[in-house]
């Protein structure tokens, strides 16, 4: 996943500026929605502008871009030292690891009201990214710009930031229930219950819906089941923009030269050609409405071969009651929606398509997801066949890894390590 394994150097212009950066970045708009009616932001009209190009900001020093983000920035988001980062999370000790990803660790802080003027106490979640290489840098830099700009009650609140030399920290709020990947593929949870499942579906469809209608379409690019955070009553917040695109100008399509992503929800033409649309999201999210409906993983080695990827082992099985029954998830033990159900799986199907014109417009998704809201009946739970003839038990394997590739070819991620900061 790493680009290099060279240590970071400040950005230069002859470093960053490439075409892509400039399409990524340049004239960012920035989307501020009011936070109560959701299903309004998605109808909006496209939110007010403020430019702000990455190149200005990835030419500076470490110094520099500190002075930069503030002045962009202003009191939205903080700018925090080292030390009070580590005040806050122990000296990132073990016991307060959220979780770890392909960038570094994470782990939970608790802000007091003397920390920053105007900053409630509250705990945060405070990302250590492990910038070996450009390419940590980049994210880091990206999640700044994106999460800095936008704010939607159904993206994840970025609060502040931290860069210090050759340290990239990243302070959001923090999400009680933590990611949906953990809920639907961890032994240790209790099952989700079909309502809940579809609440999901619907927040992350919202989020994906305001970022494709903002004036210039942001495209997420790793929407995944890690990156959908879950509050207390499980809004959905999706994190992580260190992916995330402009959409490009003047077509509807945008050829990248580095093909990055995760294994197993990247849409195919992406992967072979690098073209990427906001179609490519709507993919993605077909295959985490699949997880949702069957509580499998995007991509299981443990399985048999013809299991192993979610759309091949469950497409068959879409397009009735009788035959999703085979494939739905046992643990909602008969516990849903049949009608709601099959619509879902007709809507994973059309999102999956493999030509991207067949797949759905995001505003929609939400439309058909939140008409399921209404259905009542049931399904009843006994004798729920599996369509795995070996196991019908979930397995805690870990989901794919990241994609990142030049041209038509892609590569997976190296093992992920852990930055050992202290
Ligand atoms: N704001 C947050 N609140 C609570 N938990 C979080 C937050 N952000 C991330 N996490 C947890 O940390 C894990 C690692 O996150 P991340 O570094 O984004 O990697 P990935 O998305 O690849 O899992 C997530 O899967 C999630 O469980
Ligand atoms: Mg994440």
């Known amino acids: 996943m790493k680009e290099s394994s060279q240590p970071w150097k400040p950005f230069t212009a002859k470093y960053c500026c490439s075409v892509e950066d400039q399409t990524f970045f340049g004239n960012f708009s920035r989307c501020?929605?009011?936070?109560?009616?959701?299903?309004?932001?998605?109808?909006?009209?496209?939110?007010?502008?403020?430019?702000?190009?990455?190149?200005?900001l990835s030419r500076s020093s470490s110094t520099r871009l500190n002075e930069d983000l503030a002045q962009s920035f202003g009191p939205d988001l903080y700018d925090f030292q080292l030390s009070e980062l580590r005040a806050i999370t122990q000296n990132f000790c073990s016991n307060f690891l959220l979780g770890e990803g392909g960038f570094?660790?994470?782990?939970?802080?608790?802000?007091?009201?003397?920390?920053?003027?105007?900053?409630?106490?509250?705990?945060?979640?405070?990302?250590?990214?492990?910038?070996?290489?450009?390419?940590?840098?980049?994210?880091?830099?990206?999640?700044?710009?994106?999460?800095?700009?936008?704010?939607?009650?159904?993206?994840?609140?970025?609060?502040?930031?931290?860069?210090?030399?050759?340290?990239?920290?990243?302070?959001y709020e923090f999400m009680p229930r933590g990611s949906l990947e953990n809920h639907l593929f961890k032994r240790i949870s209790v099952s989700l219950p079909w309502s809940t499942r579809l609440k999901i579906a619907i927040g992350a469809a919202k989020g994906l819906a305001f970022l494709h209608g903002a004036e210039k379409p942001v495209i997420y690019r790793d929407f995944k089941t890690s990156n959908v955070l879950l509050d207390s009553?499980?809004?959905?917040?999706?994190?992580?923009?260190?992916?995330?695109?402009?959409?490009p100008e003047g077509s509807d399509t945008h050829v990248t030269t580095r093909v990055m992503g995760t294994y197993g929800y990247a849409a195919p033409e992406y992967v072979s050609t690098g073209h990427l649309t906001t179609k490519s999201d709507v993919f993605s999210f077909g295959v985490v409405l699949l997880e949702l409906l069957t509580g499998r993983r995007a991509t299981?080695?443990?399985?048999?071969?013809?299991?192993?990827?979610?759309?091949?082992?469950?497409?068959?099985?879409?397009?009735?009651?009788?035959?999703?029954?085979?494939?739905?998830d046992p643990r909602l033990a008969g516990q849903y929606s049949v009608k709601g159900a099959k619509?879902?799986?007709?809507?994973?199907?059309?999102?999956?398509?493999?030509?991207?014109?067949?797949?759905p417009k995001m505003p929609s998704i939400?439309?058909?997801?939140?008409?399921?809201?209404?259905?009542?009946?049931?399904?009843?739970?006994?004798?729920?066949a599996q369509a795995s003839t070996k196991s019908a038990t979930r397995?805690?394997?870990?989901?794919?890894?990241?994609?990142?590739?030049?041209?038509?070819s892609y590569r997976k991620s190296a093992p992920v390590t852990s930055s050992k900061k202290t």
């Open 104 to 171: 570094g660790t994470v782990h939970k802080g608790y802000v007091d009201d003397n920390l920053r003027q105007g900053l409630k106490a509250q705990a945060v979640a405070v990302k250590l990214l492990d910038i070996e290489g450009l390419q940590g840098h980049r994210e880091w830099l990206a999640e700044v710009i994106f999460l800095g700009q936008l704010r939607h009650p159904n993206l994840v609140k970025l609060i502040g930031y931290c860069c210090e030399e050759e340290e990239r920290l990243l302070v």
């Open 233 to 247: 009553d499980f809004t959905v917040k999706l994190s992580d923009f260190g992916l995330a695109k402009m959409g």
């Open 395 to 408: 397995n805690g394997v870990s989901s794919g890894g990241r994609l990142e590739g030049r041209g038509a």
């Open 32 to 56: 501020r929605t009011s936070k109560s009616d959701i299903s309004k932001n998605i109808n909006a009209p496209a939110p007010s502008f403020r430019r702000l190009s990455f190149s200005d």
């Open 300 to 328: 299981d080695k443990s399985r048999p071969k013809r299991e192993q990827n979610i759309i091949d082992w469950a497409k068959p099985y879409l397009t009735s009651s009788r035959r999703l029954r085979c494939i739905i």
């Open 343 to 359: 619509q879902m799986a007709l809507l994973a199907r059309q999102c999956v398509s493999l030509n991207p014109k067949d797949r």
């Open 366 to 384: 939400v439309e058909t997801l939140e008409a399921l809201q209404h259905y009542k009946d049931m399904a009843v739970a006994c004798g729920q």
